[in-house]
């Protein structure tokens, strides 16, 4: 099984891959409240969240 099968079977909280949320880029924007946030996956392999 897969890390993100077995982190959905042992907990409520929803899980999400950043690379399917980026469609396999470097950066997705999420909004919250109308409020737009940069989603950005370093060439690190890090994740940085900004407004």
Request: positive net charge; without cysteine; charged residues 20%.
């Amino acid at each position: 099984m897969s890390l993100i099968h077995d982190i959905r079977t042992n907990t409520a909280t929803p899980v999400h891959d950043a690379r399917i949320l980026t469609e396999g880029g470097s950066t997705a924007i999420i909004v919250l409240d109308g409020t737009l946030y940069t989603l950005r996956i370093t060439r690190a392999g890090k994740l940085i969240l900004t407004k």
